[in-house]
Structure formats: structure tokens, C-alpha cells
């Protein structure tokens, strides 16, 4: 599953992180409310984990946005706030799942788990598919008009995220969360120096390019 974590504590963040992905799943993280409504809302994520307190945006405050704007993307919400009371608000907002702190993480993996299960969660979209590109997010290939691309794995989270968004321009600081990470150098070329590689495998041997830049704003997909 593709998961993403909002949670203000660096430590506890990167334990959950390295937990899930030791488990098999794509993990983002954000480390305050605004941003993680940022990152939720840019969708694609199976299950967010989100931390009740949280700086400039709290976690109820997120996930009641998220509700309001339709978004039905299964929510645990962690917290050291574990009063009867605080579980109801917790749910009330719109999260599905509450665990309270300190946890184990046996059990943070086990509810993820069983919310990624359930008939409401977003079906998993194994394939990305946009013109004449073919993306398997499983068996993870890519082929342009039957012909196999071979890609660097941070190429091909490059190229999914611009796949899952097509015809919509993704500035660099989108691509920077969301294949990097949250906590990023803003001056930094990381992506255009990706993006080139990418480009240069990606459109090999054909006449159209498979990615448009868009001058001071970032890249987007052709097609879809």
C-alpha cells in the first residue's frame, strides 16, 4: 500500500517510516497539518496516518478537511490524547481508526493493515497508463508503445507521481515531497537533474516528448 504519515515528532515519524517499508509499503511523510493536507489531497494513498497534534493544521482539523472535500482515503489517527471523550472527537471528525501512545508498532501495522482492507478503501491501481506509456506499479516496469524502459528506482517514482497527475503541472516542490521527502534543500536541482535522465530514457528512439516543462512552474504528462 502506498501510505502516508503526518507527524510532527521526527523520531516517531522515521520509526513509523522505516517500519512500513521494512513491511513491503511506499511510505510519504509530512511533518505539519498543512503540509499533510497538501500531501493527502494531492491523492493516491491507501491510508494516511496522522498525528492529532499537529503544528499550524491538528490532525482533526485535517482530516474533517479531507472529509469535506469528499476524500475517503481510510485515516488512523495517532495520539497521546486517549480520554473517551478524545476518541469520540477523534472519530467524529472522520477518522476510521484511533490508537493512542505510546503504541506498538505490531499493532500501528496490524489496523493499517486491516483498513487497507476494507470494501470503502480505494482500490489499488496496479497500472498507470498515460498515451502511450504503460507503468506497473508491481511488477515495477514501464514500456513506451511495447518497448521496455529501464529506469532507476528514484526515476520511477518520478515518473509515477507524474503519471498518477496527468495533464496537471507539478511544480518541483510537489515532486520534492512527494519522492523525496518533506524536509528538502528548496534550492536544490535534484529533480531537473532526475527529470532529465528520466526524459532522455523515457522518450529514446521516439519523435514527441513524453513530459512537457512548463516555464516557471514545473513539469507535466502528455496525454492520459
Not at 482533526?60 to 489517527?77: E, W
Not at 529514446?204 to 492520459?224: L, N, P, S
Amino acid at each position: 500500500m502506498r501510505i502516508l504519515i503526518v507527524e510532527d515528532d521526527e523520531e516517531t515519524r522515521g520509526f513509523i517510516a522505516k517500519g512500513l517499508e521494512q513491511a513491503g509499503h511506499s511510505v510519504a511523510a509530512g511533518s505539519d497539518g498543512r503540509g499533510g493536507l497538501f500531501l493527502a489531497t494531492g491523492g493516491g494513498f491507501d491510508v494516511l496516518v496522522v498525528d492529532r497534534m499537529l503544528p499550524w493544521l491538528d490532525g482533526l482539523s485535517l482530516v474533517k478537511a479531507l472529509r469535506a472535500a469528499g476524500d475517503a482515503t481510510p485515516v488512523l489517527m495517532l495520539t497521546a490524547m486517549g480520554g473517551i471523550s478524545d476518541r469520540v472527537d477523534g472519530l467524529e471528525s472522520g477518522a476510521d481508526d484511533y490508537l493512542v501512545k505510546p503504541f506498538a508498532f505490531s499493532e500501528l501495522a496490524a489496523r493499517i493493515n486491516a483498513l487497507g482492507r476494507r470494501p470503502a478503501a480505494r482500490v489499488e491501481t496496479h497500472q498507470l497508463i498515460v498515451g502511450d506509456i504503460v507503468l506497473d506499479l508491481h511488477r515495477r516496469t514501464v514500456e513506451r508503445a511495447g518497448m521496455r524502459v529501464t529506469l532507476q528506482p528514484r526515476e520511477f517514482a518520478l515518473l509515477a507521481e507524474l503519471m498518477r497527475n496527468p495533464r496537471r503541472v507539478m511544480t518541483r516542490t510537489m515532486l520534492l515531497e512527494r519522492v523525496w521527502d518533506f524536509d528538502f534543500d528548496p534550492k536544490t536541482n535534484i529533480v531537473d537533474t532526475h527529470l532529465s535522465r528520466l526524459r532522455s530514457k523515457l522518450n529514446a528512439g521516439f519523435a514527441e516528448d513524453a513530459i512537457e516543462t512548463v516555464r516557471g512552474a514545473g513539469y507535466m504528462m502528455r496525454g492520459g
